[in-house]
């Protein structure tokens, strides 16, 4: 989820904490509880500082180490570690629960993405992304502002929410149901699909698609369950050629090869140089694909310029490579 979604969880969580009898019982327990759950729902995300680097090494990382099992376990006992201190007389066991389940609830939640998480690390480094829930979903992250202005005028935090969190699980199940729809739709228009990728978007009826089979790549749009195939393009496996074999020791392809499970590929020879170019099928958008890895190399395949991450237009794409123009 965005920033801010993880923020009003936090928020919603030290809320939902006055229900437990040690944490209502005690000033310093609620306290410190309550800063345990804020830090707690935000700290797997500490990763998006690589983004300072480069995006390449902010694609390869995110949602990665910091949201394994590992870290699920290590966050909390680090958050607490730093916040007991100043609440000496806080239960210990229940501050550590409830960040905990802040820690846990955001990586579990991040699941629910079209981006996902390795949360099976280290027993296994696939991705895990549902396709369910967009990164802000506009009615979790208002559905948690209404918790808040209701407890801040003076209602019961804890029913508040347990009520809110109640209907949010309504809300993921019903997600799930919308989303196998749509999938039944693919496969009866596709029916030789070997895999399908649907992504939510922010409409809320709208899904975006990506199939692959044997031969194709499709890309469409569904609209209240209604599939519409907007693009095609022939499924042709990349070559082991030297260039492109070249171009994939490149940091920039190489991180975008690590994360995107579907894309098609171009090779551009020009008068001094090769450009190679993978572009993400899963993110059209106004009929293009922003997402792309490009690399540039020089006739002798010594790399000269590369880029991966989000572009709109040719010109800026250009402007990142600060090199040849085609």
Request: no cysteine; aromatic share 14%; proline share 5%.
């Given at each position: 989820?965005?920033?801010?979604?993880?923020?009003?969880?936090?928020?919603?969580?030290?809320?939902?904490?006055?229900?437990?009898?040690?944490?209502?019982?005690?000033?310093?327990?609620?306290?410190?509880?309550?800063?345990?759950?804020?830090?707690?729902?935000?700290?797997?995300?500490?990763?998006?500082?690589?983004?300072?680097?480069?995006?390449?090494?902010?694609?390869?990382?995110?949602?990665?180490?910091?949201?394994?099992?590992?870290?699920?376990?290590?966050?909390?006992?680090?958050?607490?570690?730093?916040?007991?201190?100043?609440?000496?007389?806080?239960?210990?066991?229940?501050?550590?629960?409830?960040?905990?389940?802040?820690?846990?609830?955001?990586?579990?939640?991040?699941?629910?993405?079209?981006?996902?998480?390795?949360?099976?690390?280290?027993?296994?480094?696939?991705?895990?992304?549902?396709?369910?829930?967009?990164?802000?979903?506009?009615?979790?992250?208002?559905?948690?502002?209404?918790?808040?202005?209701?407890?801040?005028?003076?209602?019961?935090?804890?029913?508040?929410?347990?009520?809110?969190?109640?209907?949010?699980?309504?809300?993921?199940?019903?997600?799930?149901?919308?989303?196998?729809?749509?999938?039944?739709?693919?496969?009866?228009?596709?029916?030789?699909?070997?895999?399908?990728?649907?992504?939510?978007?922010?409409?809320?009826?709208?899904?975006?698609?990506?199939?692959?089979?044997?031969?194709?790549?499709?890309?469409?749009?569904?609209?209240?369950?209604?599939?519409?195939?907007?693009?095609?393009?022939?499924?042709?496996?990349?070559?082991?050629?030297?260039?492109?074999?070249?171009?994939?020791?490149?940091?920039?392809?190489?991180?975008?090869?690590?994360?995107?499970?579907?894309?098609?590929?171009?090779?551009?020879?020009?008068?001094?140089?090769?450009?190679?170019?993978?572009?993400?099928?899963?993110?059209?958008?106004?009929?293009?694909?922003p997402f792309v890895a490009v690399v540039q190399l020089d006739m002798d395949l010594n790399i000269l310029s590369s880029y991966t991450g989000w572009i709109f237009s040719e010109?800026?794409?250009?402007?990142?490579?600060?090199?040849?123009?085609?």
């Open positions: 989820m965005d920033t801010g979604t993880h923020v009003v969880m936090g928020l919603a969580l030290g809320g939902l904490a006055t229900l437990d009898p040690i944490v209502a019982g005690s000033a310093a327990t609620a306290t410190s509880v309550m800063i345990g759950t804020i830090v707690g729902s935000q700290a797997p995300d500490i990763d998006t500082v690589l983004k300072l680097r480069n995006n390449a090494v902010y694609i390869r990382n995110h949602r990665g180490i910091t949201h394994s099992i590992p870290a699920v376990l290590l966050w909390p006992l680090a958050i607490v570690a730093v916040v007991y201190p100043f609440f000496p007389e806080a239960n210990l066991l229940h501050l550590w629960l409830w960040t905990f389940l802040a820690v846990f609830l955001h990586v579990f939640v991040d699941i629910f993405n079209a981006y996902g998480t390795q949360a099976l690390r280290p027993f296994s480094s696939k991705w895990v992304a549902l396709g369910v829930i967009n990164t802000f979903d506009p009615i979790i992250f208002g559905l948690h502002v209404v918790g808040l202005v209701i407890w801040g005028v003076g209602f019961d935090p804890g029913y508040t929410f347990l009520g809110i969190y109640a209907i949010l699980i309504a809300y993921y199940v019903y997600r799930f149901i919308r989303q196998r729809k749509v999938l039944r739709e693919v496969r009866t228009i596709i029916p030789d699909a070997t895999d399908i990728i649907i992504s939510p978007t922010m409409k809320f009826h709208q899904w975006r698609v990506a199939v692959m089979n044997k031969h194709q790549f499709f890309v469409g749009r569904a609209h209240n369950n209604e599939v519409t195939i907007l693009d095609q393009f022939a499924r042709v496996k990349v070559p082991e050629s030297p260039v492109i074999e070249a171009a994939k020791k490149d940091k920039n392809l190489s991180a975008f090869l690590s994360f995107s499970p579907v894309y098609r590929w171009e090779v551009d020879e020009y008068d001094n140089y090769y450009e190679v170019k993978f572009i993400d099928l899963r993110y059209r958008s106004k009929d293009h694909y010109e800026k794409l250009r402007k990142k490579l600060q090199i040849l123009p085609n």
